[in-house]
């Protein structure tokens, strides 16, 4: 009998766990996504110091929540997005609008791709 209680305590914890991933993650991604918007969209009414300094925001973001992700996400998707950030500063300061405005495109499409790998679905069980 201890057993099954052991199992069922174990279930529970790690089913914990697993929501509270998917929360994080979750979370994570619209506050990634809603600050790389601003700066996207700063650059495109041409507010260039704006767009600079909410890109480095992003960068500085994504390397502060980065360690916590890393202990249960693939890192080669960490870090793609951490190198596609990583170049939004320079790209908008020194006039590469059309890249900033690509790699700002190309980083919310991983965020969010990131975010939908995590969701508990039967095309991500199967």
Same mark, same amino acid.
């Given at each position: ?33 809603q600050v790389v ?16 300094l909410l890109s480095?925001? !992003?960068?500085? /973001? ?15 998707? #960490? +870090?793609? @997005? ?19 405005? !690509?790699?700002? /495109? ?15 679905? #039967? +095309?991500? @069980?199967?």
């Amino acid at each position: 009998m201890k057993r099954i209680w052991i199992s069922l305590a174990i279930f529970v914890v790690l089913t914990g766990v697993c929501i509270l991933g998917t929360w994080y993650t979750n979370r994570i991604s619209t506050q990634m996504i809603q600050v790389v918007t601003q700066a996207k969209d700063a650059e495109q009414r041409g507010e260039t110091e704006t767009a600079v300094l909410l890109s480095r925001k !992003a960068v500085d /973001d994504w390397n502060s929540l980065h360690s916590v992700l890393c202990t249960y996400m693939p890192h080669s998707k #960490l +870090e793609a @997005i951490g190198q596609t950030l990583a170049g939004l500063p320079m790209l908008c300061r020194y006039g590469g609008t059309e890249q900033f405005l !690509a790699d700002c /495109d190309r980083s919310i499409e991983q965020i969010s791709y990131l975010n939908e790998a995590e969701v508990p679905s #039967l +095309e991500n @069980i199967f």
